[in-house]
């Protein structure tokens, strides 16, 4: 994972999509979330993605990575990011990371969320939320990227979903966390229970699902799309102190992976 964002610039190395590139990409996830890997890895193709099986050594999962084969080649990155699909159980939840290496860490954080419980999907961007003009790069406020594409199709399938972000620690004072359910409140239980648990880890967490708090995300698309098809979403910041502590993200994976198993529980 690390190897794969250390190489993110904020300028330059994103390219916003065709539609027809959107389509295919987003066809293609739909594909192998079916359960049908050979037809994903032929529509892959057509756009330059590849697919392959990774194994992680923590769990012993499988996991299908869809990625952009162009990149790998040493080619031009288009910026278009990955999908890691859990082979070994049907996809019944998401862990989203729309601004790796900006938000530090959370890519990381994403993928020990990832290997927590079955069934997971994560959607991770593929550029520095400033690599592009315009804020094209910021996948939590572009609708006309991949990563939406991908997370839109999560949503149309209602598998719930926490998207991860990071602030720095004088953005809001006094606050380690803050938890929100975007523009919707589908979530909002599931938002009480993280809530608990990371406050039961000592962190002082701002909850935006009841109360008026900074970083709520009430603007991002993710979340609108979620909102709009009553679909489960959460939106969770952390501060830099507890991104680059060790323990204190395997202890918020961990309260995240308290949902994330009974998400995937049919």
Same mark, same amino acid.
């Given at each position: 994972?690390?190897?794969?964002?250390?190489?993110?610039?904020?300028?330059? =190395?994103?390219?916003?999509?065709?539609?027809?590139?959107? $389509?295919?990409?987003?066809?293609?996830? &739909?594909?192998?979330?079916? =359960?049908?890997?050979?037809?994903?890895?032929?529509?892959?193709?057509?756009?330059?993605? &590849?697919?392959?099986?990774?194994?992680?050594?923590?769990?012993?999962?499988?996991?299908?990575?869809?990625?952009?084969?162009?990149? @790998?080649? =040493?080619?031009?990155?288009?910026?278009?990011?990955?999908?890691?699909?859990?082979? #070994?159980?049907?996809?019944?939840?998401?862990?989203?990371?729309? +601004?790796? $290496?900006?938000?530090?860490?959370?890519?990381?954080?994403?993928?020990?969320?990832?290997?927590?419980?079955?069934?997971?999907?994560?959607?991770? &961007?593929?550029?520095?939320?400033?690599?592009?003009?315009?804020?094209?790069?910021?996948? /939590? +406020?572009?609708?006309?990227?991949?990563? +939406?594409?991908?997370?839109?199709?999560?949503?149309?399938?209602?598998?719930?979903?926490? %998207?991860? +972000?990071?602030? !720095? *620690?004088?953005?809001?004072?006094?606050?380690? !966390?803050?938890?929100?359910?975007?523009? =919707?409140?589908?979530?909002?239980?599931?938002?009480?229970?993280?809530?608990?648990?990371?406050?039961?880890?000592?962190?002082?967490?701002?909850? !935006?699902?009841?109360?008026?708090?900074?970083?709520?995300?009430?603007? *991002?698309?993710?979340?609108?799309?979620?909102?709009? %098809?009553?679909?489960?979403? $959460?939106?969770?910041?952390? *501060?830099? /102190?507890?991104?680059?502590?060790?323990? @204190?993200? #395997?202890?918020?994976?961990?309260?995240?992976?308290?949902?994330?198993?009974?998400?995937?529980?049919?």
């Amino acid at each position: 994972m690390s190897r794969f964002t250390t190489g993110f610039g904020e300028h330059g =190395g994103y390219r916003i999509p065709t539609a027809e590139e959107r $389509l295919v990409l987003t066809r293609s996830v &739909a594909l192998l979330l079916d =359960g049908d890997p050979e037809a994903a890895r032929t529509e892959l193709a057509e756009v330059d993605f &590849a697919l392959r099986t990774v194994t992680d050594a923590a769990s012993g999962r499988r996991y299908a990575e869809v990625a952009d084969a162009a990149s @790998e080649s =040493g080619r031009a990155n288009r910026g278009w990011g990955r999908v890691y699909v859990d082979l #070994d159980s049907p996809p019944r939840w998401s862990v989203q990371v729309p +601004h790796p $290496l900006a938000d530090a860490r959370t890519e990381l954080l994403g993928a020990r969320v990832l290997r927590g419980a079955p069934g997971g999907v994560m959607v991770l &961007a593929g550029a520095h939320r400033n690599a592009a003009g315009g804020g094209a790069a910021d996948m /939590a +406020h572009r609708a006309d990227s991949v990563f +939406h594409g991908v997370v839109d199709e999560l949503m149309r399938r209602n598998l719930p979903g926490v %998207q991860l +972000h990071g602030f !720095a *620690n004088e953005s809001f004072p006094g606050r380690d !966390a803050v938890v929100s359910t975007g523009a =919707g409140d589908e979530a909002t239980a599931d938002a009480e229970r993280l809530t608990a648990a990371l406050r039961g880890d000592g962190l002082k967490v701002c909850t !935006a699902y009841s109360a008026r708090c900074k970083l709520s995300g009430t603007e *991002n698309e993710q979340g609108q799309v979620a909102a709009g %098809q009553q679909v489960r979403f $959460l939106h969770v910041e952390l *501060n830099k /102190a507890v991104r680059s502590d060790d323990a @204190e993200l #395997d202890a918020v994976a961990a309260a995240i992976t308290g949902l994330t198993v009974r998400w995937a529980t049919p």
